[in-house]
T-cell receptor
């Protein structure tokens, strides 16, 4: 079974600084997708960024980028120029090739300090 | 476009009571699922469905039933609520596919006393 691990329960960053959230996963598959979801206090789950395992280029969405290391099974999220609105719980997730079992990590609670 | 509509948003149950959490989506997604979110444990898959008439168990299915009679609706039933089922529940839908984005409802905070 696939597992996803986020070893940082809490992180904090100063406004305008950069922060990196860590995620590791375990799978025997060669093709899969990885996701980062954001959950603000409203509880709404919001997709931040996604990465296909076969693509060597790291995904980027505005201030959000990933460092995908397939051999190490590592998928970290970098948030640049942090804003107060970035404060949220962040979940790393893995989607199996069948596309029907999205597996989440434990989550990292990010605090942004003004 | 409503997306994924989940009701109720909050619910308090007594131990042994039953209830149904409703979930409806208007995006014609084949795939629907239910998760529970507990502190320090992320979201764990309870049940999922890849189409009308097809359901399967996830990681934590005990104490929950589902059915999928239409593409749009995927209710989650608690047959006899227990305090261990106190949690936040999320319904999600998506197209079937490894790259597809999952869309989530607003969640239901359930407390069993």
């Amino acid at each position: 079974a696939q597992t996803v691990t986020q070893s940082q329960p809490e992180m904090s960053v100063q406004e305008a600084e950069t922060v990196t959230l860590s995620c590791t996963y375990d799978t025997s598959e060669s093709d899969y997708y990885l996701f980062w979801y954001k959950q603000p206090p409203s509880r709404q789950m919001i997709l931040v960024i996604r990465q296909e395992a076969y693509k060597q280029q790291n995904a980027t969405e505005n201030r959000f980028s990933v460092n995908f290391q397939k051999a190490a099974k590592s998928f970290s999220l970098k948030i640049s120029d942090s804003q107060l609105g970035d404060a949220a719980m962040y979940f790393c997730a893995y989607n199996a090739p069948s596309g029907s079992r999205l597996t989440f990590g434990e989550g990292t609670q990010l605090t942004v300090n003004p | 476009n409503a997306g994924v509509t989940q009701t109720p948003k909050f619910q308090v149950l007594k131990t042994g009571q039953s209830m149904t959490l409703q979930c409806a989506q208007d995006m014609n997604h084949e795939y629907m699922s239910w998760y529970r979110q507990d502190p320090g444990m992320g979201l764990r898959l309870i049940h999922y469905s890849v189409g009308a008439g097809i359901t399967d168990q996830g990681e934590v299915p005990n104490g929950y039933n589902v059915s999928r009679s239409t593409t749009e609706d995927f209710p989650l039933r608690l047959l006899s609520a227990a305090p261990s089922q106190t949690s936040v529940y999320f319904c999600a839908s998506s197209y079937v596919g490894v790259d597809t984005e999952a869309f989530f409802g607003q969640g239901t905070r359930l407390t069993v006393v």
